[in-house]
């Protein structure tokens, strides 16, 4: 804690609220001494020799003198392990049943008394201690999981355990889910425990609303995704390796998972980038796809405070000529901040205002927090009672929080109960005309200083029948909340897309939504934040999330919020939002420079929309992000892995916004191929570093020689911008027309280039045979169409 939460915390307390949190506080800790055992005396356990093995479809079952080992193969490749029993399910985290066995996959006795399985894909070797590698087909060690360690209490309960693993010494890390201070994860221990980080936070703040067990690695000998699927309370502690510089004396990286409680099982899926996020989604499931207007530019406010504000803020991006898709409503339009209710004196016809709005193209998204006001008379509270749905302790009473609202309830959404209520209360929202919802405070949060701001640990919940815990419960409340949303909303308009974005959540959150970067705060290390949680978010299977442009907490200058609106403005979520106290976020408010070059920047998005419809689809379909570190089709460039201030969207486009203040020029590192300046066509050849131009009014844009974009043409039809292709080399691109915001599948369109006599050729692939595009072909770069 710094000075100024102190600050924060000694104001909050001399108020009302503060003291109703401060005596929840006092509740909560009670609580946990009561419902919490302590863990007392403790047993280590390893676990000891091998005994013999089991074969199985896909593996088998290694036994050890204090433990065993189940592994299994599946069809499409991936690993699954586990210890003491356990098995894939149930889990928070899958789609389902899991993937099949693989039957040709088999356990085979190894060298040195240990046990193998040799598929196609990777080799697993288990050694006589219980050390797991996971190998490639060449042999080539991905991975070295060592022989876990378990801390059991003597008079019973959870067991803590241990998995330290090693990685090639020039391996990098990934992933962990949202993290401030990456996309690559240096050196350091980071917690597994879904966070308020109690206002604005920067590259320093760890950990934040969405942790993930979900490492992915890159090394030279390839790429995997390694995922301990397991809820509880843990951190990680990652060091990377050192090569010997010839000494011949690497030192690997290293990873140690230690966690609470819980199963000790894991996944690894290993291959190229793109095969590893196929994998992933092919476990975790398939990204919901937004639909097409959520691809389009977003302005939120905490504070509106009126329908005629709301009017106004939508004429007045009418007035500037500046698109707008979508104006997404805080806390203040309900009555006392109950949710699924309206403050009828400042918005006395909201389903009018959403119709008016809704002519001119523009939806109204709502917010949703999971705190019910605990006050007889709610309608929300009082059905919520009826169903039995809040959260109860350990003797049967309801946990209360203080939020917004005051004395608050939270619903239990790992009950399938409680979700199906949960899901019909968003028919309200969507008779006052809201087309969406954002699903804020899901942690969940209760206003608890000096803690981690929840519910207490020994808080009950159904957990799908089984029973359990907030220690359990508390990482995937997001998650289920997620869920019972998204399922409503598909209940109650089964011809629509939903379109969901959560605060919080865990692995397997895509199923239902996105999400965004929170209360990320107002400055430059805030703007360099924002794109590593991105990042990050996408790497984990997350390909739908954006900040809060200009930061959430403080009034950004001009110059930091226009680089953070050009460089929001490709990123898959695109939203301007800010605190009640923190300034406006209206462009025009920046002056005459600052709008003008922040409508050539919603230009080029609205331009780029068919890209962005075709790149949600393939990531609905193959779980690709939008959004990709600068290495995703060069893994074994060392010196893009290492890149953290640009990124591709999709194959053809490389972004590389302005981070620093006063920038007009900045060094880009270019994966191999030719890549030419969107803005002055100048062309360059990577692999190597490049010197571009970045004045206020733009930020380097870089296009793939050899490319295919879908863009929108000057009369709104789709048009095919092709990048011509250096001398005997070829390109292409591909192609998802948009059909809407419904759930008609179509196909995918796929083009190839090449250079012929000094004349770009398109042809549009289907199967064996080519044909001319359908679509106006416009090339740039060099040559002619």
Not at 362 to 372: E, K
């Amino acid at each position: 804690m710094d000075g100024r939460d102190l600050v924060r915390s000694v104001k909050f307390f001399g108020t009302v609220q503060g003291l109703r949190a401060a005596r929840t506080a006092w509740r909560q800790r009670r609580r946990d001494a009561r419902g919490v055992r302590a863990r007392g005396a403790e047993r280590a356990r390893v676990p000891g020799p091998v005994s013999g093995a089991e074969p199985m479809p896909g593996g088998g079952i290694v036994r050890f003198a204090r433990s065993e080992l189940r592994i299994r193969v599946s069809v499409g490749g991936a690993v699954f392990w586990g210890w003491d029993g356990a098995e894939p399910e149930p889990s928070y985290a899958l789609d389902g049943t899991p993937p099949e066995a693989d039957p040709r996959a088999q356990l085979e006795p190894d060298k040195d008394g240990g046990w193998r399985v040799v598929s196609e894909r990777v080799t697993v070797e288990v050694s006589r201690n219980g050390a797991v590698e996971i190998r490639t087909p060449g042999g080539v060690v991905l991975r070295r999981d060592l022989p876990p360690r378990w801390w059991e209490p003597v008079q019973g309960g959870p067991a803590r355990w241990q998995q330290r693993s090693e990685v090639p010494s020039d391996a990098r890390f990934f992933g962990l889910g949202g993290r401030a201070s990456g996309p690559r994860l240096r050196e350091g221990v980071y917690r597994l425990w879904n966070t308020d980080p109690k206002g604005g936070f920067g590259p320093g703040d760890d950990p934040l609303y969405i942790t993930m067990p979900v490492q992915l690695v890159v090394s030279d000998a390839g790429t995997h995704i390694a995922f301990h699927d397991n809820t509880w309370e843990g951190r990680v502690a990652l060091r990377e390796g050192e090569e010997g510089a010839g000494s011949g004396h690497d030192r690997m990286g290293s990873s140690e998972v230690r966690m609470n409680g819980g199963p000790l099982r894991c996944w690894v899926v290993a291959g190229t980038p793109e095969r590893v996020l196929a994998g992933w989604t092919q476990l975790t499931g398939a990204p919901a796809v937004p639909p097409s207007w959520a691809l389009g530019p977003q302005h939120a406010r905490w504070g509106f405070g009126s329908e005629q504000e709301v009017r106004r803020i939508v004429a007045g991006y009418r007035e500037h000529g500046l698109p707008l898709s979508a104006v997404h409503l805080d806390i203040d339009h309900y009555d006392a901040h109950q949710i699924f209710t309206v403050d009828e004196e400042r918005f006395p016809d909201l389903p009018g205002m959403a119709k008016d709005l809704r002519e001119e193209g523009v939806r109204l998204v709502s917010i949703v927090d999971p705190a019910v006001k605990a006050e007889p008379g709610n309608a929300v509270y009082d059905s919520g009672r009826a169903a039995d749905a809040f959260v109860k302790d350990a003797r049967g009473r309801e946990v209360r929080g203080e939020v917004w609202p005051g004395d608050c309830a939270y619903p239990d959404f790992t009950d399938p109960g409680v979700r199906r209520w949960w899901g019909e209360l968003y028919e309200e929202r969507l008779a006052q005309g809201f087309s969406g919802v954002w699903h804020d405070m899901n942690e969940p949060v209760s206003f608890t200083p000096f803690s981690d701001m929840t519910l207490p640990r020994s808080a009950r919940h159904e957990l799908e029948g089984r029973g359990g815990d907030h220690r359990e419960a508390h990482n995937v409340y997001g998650l289920a909340m997620a869920r019972a949303g998204y399922e409503g909303l598909r209940r109650l308009r089964p011809d629509e897309r939903p379109f969901l974005f959560s605060r919080s959540g865990w692995a397997g959150m895509q199923r239902y939504g996105g999400t965004w970067s929170g209360d990320v705060s107002t400055g430059w290390p805030g703007l360099r934040a924002s794109l590593s949680l991105a990042l990050g978010l996408g790497l984990c299977g997350v390909p739908y999330s954006g900040p809060d442009v200009g930061g959430f907490d403080g009034s950004p200058s001009p110059e930091l919020y226009l680089r953070w609106f050009q460089m929001g403005a490709y990123l898959p979520l695109f939203r301007t939002h800010a605190a009640i106290d923190a300034g406006r976020r209206e462009p025009w408010e920046f002056g005459p420079e600052v709008l003008e070059h922040a409508r050539a920047a919603l230009v080029q998005r609205e331009r780029l929309r068919p890209y962005f419809v075709t790149l949600a689809q393939l990531a609905g379909r193959t779980g690709a992000p939008y959004a990709r570190p600068m290495w995703w089709g060069s893994p074994q460039d060392r010196a893009l892995r290492d890149c953290e201030d640009a990124f591709l969207l999709g194959d053809a486009l490389l972004v590389a916004p302005v981070l620093e203040s006063g920038a007009d020029r900045r060094a880009v590192r270019l994966p191999r191929g030719r890549w030419y300046d969107t803005a002055t066509g100048q062309a360059y050849d990577g692999p190597g570093q490049v010197l571009v131009d970045a004045p206020l009014s733009r930020i380097p844009v870089l296009a793939r020689g050899g490319s295919v974009i879908p863009v929108r043409g000057a009369d709104g039809s789709v048009e095919l911008e092709v990048w011509a292709p250096a001398v005997g080399r070829t390109g292409g691109g591909l192609h998802v027309p948009d059909v809407g915001d419904g759930w008609e599948r179509t196909e995918v369109e796929r083009y190839r280039t090449r250079l012929v006599d000094g004349r770009v050729s398109v042809k549009q692939v289907k199967g064996d045979a080519s044909a001319p595009p359908r679509w106006r072909v416009r090339v740039r770069g060099g040559g002619t169409g």
